[in-house]
């Protein structure tokens, strides 16, 4: 870490949160009134999968994990980077960010590698290879705040969905060979709970060990585990802060009164 | 003109070329070939009408134009700023164009106002105020390719629907400040036809004078002339030249020999 580095703060805003527009706006606020260069990356909540239902498209489901079979690429790429990522984009110009929504194509800003067929096809998945963090700076510091909806893509015209804690990941480790970043990985819960309905579970911190401890002795809620698995891997590679809670809380977290913070020890 | 300004081009396309996977990869092959600083702004197609009608939602038609209500917004939000957006954004990033899509409301780039309810109500249908020439300009000259679909917003969270052919106008008419623009409306047929079925009836070039005693004694296909009163009015405002023609020949109607030319003595 580089005293010298200016900051940015990465925020992954998922769950609910996307659907309730209420809410959302209220969060939008907390994030337009953040200082300094910022990047939003939002998931893709529930609308995708009531678009797939009222338009009758099976979804195929392995091992719990969706399959992005060419219909469902078709409505993610609508909702993802349509509906939700144009309604954010207006959301904060309304706000007073000058934010500009990223799919990954644009400006070639993610490239990624779609995922062998073996052992499973989950079709028109992609694993990230790269992030332009050069395009993504010049974008940052001309004053403009990238949202980027999950998708990325491969150099050869084909669009992939790709996991947006994964984005949030690459995109907060990319930026810290640049500043020094804090990465919030908001939800609906309040952090890591040791029992997701108890809040009084909340661990305020939490070191690899114990999450591998946890893990093992199935001491964590299950959606968690992915989660804090990018989160890991982000402080592992150079982010200066990694935290997990509440999207609402979100200048709580920052000022570190709420939520989870991640603690490594390099 | 200043014979000193570097030159710029701007492509409208539209029309059936949307839905048509290989001729639109022609048009976009065409696209990436062109020197210089550039924009393309597309078109919906059909595919927005395709989606109303799968998901049964009816579409309100008012002296032929259709009536933009939410459910039709977000409709058109999906599918021209999320699937055929992007589509094309990674159609040209396949062919070395560093390709950028953009919204109206992503860089705040193009402010419009929701038209009047009287005397019809279009509903969610704006009208441009503003396009932001600086930050375009900012794009244009960092290597980007700005990618219109055909929206806007209002800055105050309001995603609005406008007519591609508008935008195009528009977005040559601000860019003239700074570059020599020539705006290509490209669609399915050769250009103005006095008979529609007709190639043989091309009109190389037109006038203000002949369109509008075309207009006058409905010499002309109906559906040509919000283009040509679009297409003069960007020429009236400084736009270098204007060109209209069947997209897969951009550059014979670029190097003049095809299409219908606009020839405007000020």
Same mark, same amino acid.
Do not use: C, W
């Given at each position: 870490?580089?005293?010298?580095?200016?900051? $940015?703060?990465?925020?992954?805003i998922?769950?609910?949160?996307?659907? @309730?527009?209420?809410?959302? /706006?209220?969060?939008?606020?907390?994030? $337009?009134?953040?200082?300094?260069?910022?990047?939003l990356?939002?998931?893709?909540?529930?609308?995708?999968?009531?678009?797939?239902?009222?338009?009758?498209?099976?979804?195929?489901?392995?091992e719990g994990?969706?399959?992005?079979?060419?219909?469902?690429?078709?409505?993610?790429?609508?909702?993802? %980077?349509g509906?939700?990522? !144009?309604?954010?984009? $207006?959301?904060?110009?309304? !706000?007073?960010?000058?934010?500009?929504g990223i799919?990954? $194509?644009?400006? @070639?800003?993610?490239?990624?590698?779609r995922? /062998?067929?073996?052992?499973?096809?989950?079709?028109?998945?992609? @694993?990230? =290879?790269?992030?332009?963090? @050069?395009?993504?700076?010049q974008?940052?510091?001309?004053?403009?705040?990238?949202?980027?909806?999950?998708? =990325?893509?491969?150099?050869?015209?084909?669009?992939?969905? =790709?996991?947006?804690?994964?984005? &949030?990941?690459?995109v %907060?480790?990319?930026?810290?060979?640049?500043?020094?970043?804090?990465?919030?990985?908001?939800?609906e819960?309040?952090?890591?709970?040791?029992?997701?309905?108890?809040?009084?579970?909340l661990?305020?911190?939490?070191t690899?060990?114990?999450?591998?401890?946890?893990?093992?002795? /199935?001491?964590?809620? &299950?959606?968690?585990i992915? !989660?804090?698995?990018?989160?890991?891997? &982000?402080?592992?590679?150079?982010?200066?802060?990694?935290?997990?809670? !509440? &999207?609402?809380?979100?200048?709580?977290?920052?000022?570190?009164s709420?939520?989870?913070?991640?603690?490594?020890?390099?």
């Amino acid at each position: 870490m580089n005293p010298e580095q200016s900051r $940015a703060t990465v925020i992954k805003i998922g769950g609910n949160i996307i659907n @309730d527009e209420s809410a959302l /706006s209220e969060v939008l606020s907390h994030f $337009a009134d953040l200082k300094g260069p910022k990047v939003l990356i939002h998931g893709g909540g529930k609308l995708a999968t009531e678009l797939a239902e009222r338009l009758e498209i099976p979804q195929t489901m392995i091992e719990g994990r969706r399959v992005t079979d060419e219909s469902t690429l078709r409505i993610a790429v609508m909702v993802y %980077a349509g509906l939700i990522n !144009k309604s954010i984009v $207006a959301g904060l110009q309304s !706000k007073g960010v000058n934010a500009a929504g990223i799919s990954g $194509a644009d400006f @070639d800003l993610i490239r990624a590698k779609r995922r /062998s067929p073996e052992p499973i096809d989950y079709g028109f998945v992609g @694993d990230v =290879t790269e992030v332009k963090k @050069d395009t993504l700076i010049q974008l940052l510091e001309s004053g403009y705040t990238p949202v980027f909806a999950p998708l =990325t893509h491969d150099g050869e015209g084909q669009i992939l969905n =790709t996991n947006a804690d994964t984005i &949030a990941h690459e995109v %907060a480790k990319a930026l810290s060979q640049h500043f020094q970043v804090t990465l919030i990985y908001s939800f609906e819960k309040e952090g890591v709970l040791l029992n997701v309905n108890d809040n009084s579970t909340l661990l305020p911190q939490i070191t690899l060990e114990e999450f591998l401890n946890l893990k093992a002795s /199935s001491k964590i809620f &299950a959606g968690m585990i992915p !989660k804090l698995e990018n989160a890991f891997k &982000a402080i592992q590679s150079g982010v200066h802060q990694v935290i997990l809670g !509440k &999207a609402q809380s979100l200048p709580s977290l920052l000022n570190g009164s709420k939520g989870t913070r991640l603690i490594y020890d390099k």
